[in-house]
């Protein structure tokens, strides 16, 4: 069974520059997460989506950030400005459904350097 | 509201000696606990996870954890640590009310000397 792919591994971009993520989940897997992770943290969550709905994005800084799950399956994240505290790993996470028993499931995620 | 603390940010052991990493918890309801690992530049895999079964959950690579509810504790453990074992580990809690989202812990960097 594939995993979850996300792509780029690395970005490199300069501050006020725009920059996107992309994920795709394991297949069949209804609930898509992001996460930002930064040195020495744990991993934050950022949005979460249940197909192509938005559950949970009280965390995300809407004012720089946003996120799309267009047809259900795989997922865009942007930052558009960046800034250098947005220099972090962005991991992408896909589980089946919402239960509170479910595993989540992480790719290997995004590393952004804000310079 | 939910939340994980993580008690060491670094456990130093010897190979072949017993891992104790600790995290205790606190959640509103019956919550559901897990395990994960990270190696460097890899991403976050699954060890274990308790979800209101057996109190003692074992997971893979021969590690082990104990949910204790009357000290809010759910602490990983490991008979023999091998060289490979060394990571970043992180608790994690899912609040059974809401969205189920993970709360993570700060992490504990295990560190393990030949």
């Known amino acids: 069974e594939a995993g979850v792919a996300q792509s780029p591994r690395y970005k490199i971009i300069e501050k006020r520059q725009s920059v996107a993520f992309w994920c795709n989940p394991i297949s069949g897997h209804a609930t898509l997460y992001w996460y930002q992770q930064i040195l020495g943290q744990g991993p934050k969550l950022l949005i979460q989506f249940q197909n192509n709905g938005v559950v949970d994005d009280s965390q995300l800084p809407k004012d720089r950030f946003s996120a799309e799950r267009l047809k259900g399956v795989d997922s865009t994240l942007k930052i558009q400005p960046a800034k250098l505290e947005d220099s972090a790993v962005y991991l992408c996470?896909?589980?089946?459904?919402?239960?509170?028993?479910?595993?989540?499931?992480f790719g290997p995620g995004t590393r952004l350097t804000v310079l | 509201a939910q939340s994980v603390t993580q008690l060491d940010s670094h456990v130093s052991v010897s190979e072949g000696t017993p891992v104790l990493l600790r995290c205790n918890y606190s959640?509103?309801?019956?919550?559901?606990l897990f395990w994960y690992v990270q190696h460097p530049n890899k991403g976050l895999q699954l060890l274990l996870k308790?979800?209101?079964?057996?109190?003692l959950v074992k997971g893979i690579n021969g590690f082990e954890a104990e949910f204790k509810k009357s000290e809010t504790s759910f602490h990983l453990t490991k008979p023999s640590a091998h060289m490979s074992d060394a990571a970043e580990y992180f608790c994690v809690v899912s609040d059974r009310a809401g969205t189920y989202k993970y709360i993570f812990g700060t992490g504990t960097r295990l560190k393990v000397l030949a």
């Open positions: 308790y979800t209101s079964a057996a109190t």
């Open positions: 959640s509103s309801y019956s919550p559901s």
């Open positions: 996470a896909s589980s089946p459904g919402l239960a509170a028993t479910d595993t989540q499931y």
